[in-house]
């Protein structure tokens, strides 16, 4: 079947698939969007709530349907899962996702679509990896959303600490989308000048940059931890992630972006789905970019692998259909 390039499909109806078609709805990516979910109504509910605006943004169909319209779809986003409660880890969600996934790959894996799927369900690393492995699509078209929204976070308390453009922050969170992620500060600049100069360009000389540095990783890391506990879930910022990503593909903008891809071998991994940068396009990950890191850094990511991949060793990624 042909590929709509103008077609979304969301699977997942929950606060993180509501909101990301809400903001691909606003985004004007896209001009037919389809949402599914395993409560019916609730898929048709948010079509026709975000149907209602589309006088005011986009024209635009919105509908709710079946696997059968998933096919034709550009991107199918991914996010029906459990949701992370509070004081769980996205690694707590592990059996429980996988089920789920084992069912909405079957079907994918019966329609063959030859789009792009985008995977954001928590635990992301291991559902890219199960998804790229039993939905049949090719391991270059299944990528997950990965460390982009950290990477986020982590340039946006930059940019407060140093009362920047956070767009003009170039830094990147590698790894595990979750508690054992990496900050490669042994790269990261602003505009290509190094931290240390740039700290003290702004006047910020004096200030202990490891102690500042780690008050920052650890902020980020826990951001999620904090915004479940005070309003249950997060979903705005994964919303605006997935909207970024699409961006990307659709406009095949050769993007790079630190998001979750199998690897065989680059930085000596083998086995697992991490986060590394990589750049996306129309065709999903066209290459891997091999940033430099340094010693620490690239122990801390194989560590982060081996948490993954120790995760993963009672999964079966058998297909029986």
């Known amino acids: 079947?042909?590929?709509?390039?103008?077609?979304?499909?969301?699977?997942?109806?929950?606060?993180?698939?509501?909101?990301?078609?809400?903001?691909?709805?606003?985004?004007?990516?896209?001009?037919?969007?389809?949402?599914?979910?395993?409560?019916?109504?609730?898929?048709?509910?948010?079509?026709?709530?975000?149907?209602?605006?589309?006088?005011?943004?986009?024209?635009?169909?919105?509908?709710?349907?079946?696997?059968?319209?998933?096919?034709?779809?550009?991107?199918?986003?991914?996010?029906?899962?459990?949701?992370?409660?509070?004081?769980?880890?996205?690694?707590?969600?592990?059996?429980?996702?996988?089920?789920?996934?084992?069912?909405?790959?079957?079907?994918?894996?019966?329609?063959?679509?030859?789009?792009?799927?985008?995977?954001?369900?928590?635990?992301?690393?291991?559902?890219?990896?199960?998804?790229?492995?039993?939905?049949?699509?090719?391991?270059?078209?299944?990528?997950?959303?990965?460390?982009?929204?950290?990477?986020?976070?982590?340039?946006?308390?930059?940019?407060?600490?140093?009362?920047?453009?956070?767009?003009?922050?170039?830094a990147y969170i590698i790894g595990e989308h979750g508690d054992s992620e990496i900050v490669c500060w042994s790269n990261a600049n602003v505009s290509g000048v190094p931290l240390p100069d740039f700290f003290a360009l702004r006047g910020m000389g004096d200030i202990d940059l490891t102690v500042a540095q780690a008050e920052i990783s650890n902020d980020v890391k826990n951001s999620a931890y904090e915004i479940i506990a005070k309003k249950n879930a997060t979903y705005y910022g994964i919303a605006m992630s997935v909207t970024r990503i699409c961006r990307a593909v659709i406009k095949d903008e050769k993007s790079v972006m630190p998001v979750s891809t199998v690897l065989h071998g680059e930085y000596g991994i083998e086995g697992c789905a991490v986060s590394v940068p990589a750049i996306v396009g129309h065709n999903g990950i066209e290459d891997l970019v091999p940033i430099s890191m340094s010693e620490e850094e690239r122990d801390a990511l194989d560590a982060s692998a081996s948490v993954l991949k120790s995760m993963m060793a009672d999964i079966s990624f058998e297909v029986n259909d």
């Open 1 to 170: 079947m042909s590929v709509n390039v103008r077609k979304v499909a969301v699977i997942g109806c929950g606060f993180v698939g509501s909101s990301s078609a809400f903001a691909l709805m606003q985004s004007g990516l896209f001009s037919e969007m389809v949402l599914l979910d395993v409560n019916q109504a609730k898929a048709e509910g948010e079509a026709m709530d975000i149907s209602h605006g589309t006088a005011l943004t986009h024209p635009m169909k919105v509908y709710a349907g079946t696997y059968d319209d998933v096919a034709d779809a550009a991107i199918i986003v991914v996010t029906a899962g459990a949701a992370q409660k509070p004081g769980e880890t996205r690694l707590d969600l592990i059996h429980k996702n996988v089920s789920i996934f084992s069912g909405i790959m079957k079907e994918i894996r019966a329609r063959k679509p030859e789009g792009i799927m985008l995977v954001v369900a928590n635990p992301v690393d291991i559902l890219t990896y199960y998804a790229a492995k039993t939905s049949g699509m090719g391991e270059s078209r299944v990528f997950g959303s990965g460390t982009v929204l950290d990477t986020s976070r982590l340039r946006t308390l930059l940019a407060s600490k140093l009362d920047v453009d956070s767009r003009s922050i170039h």
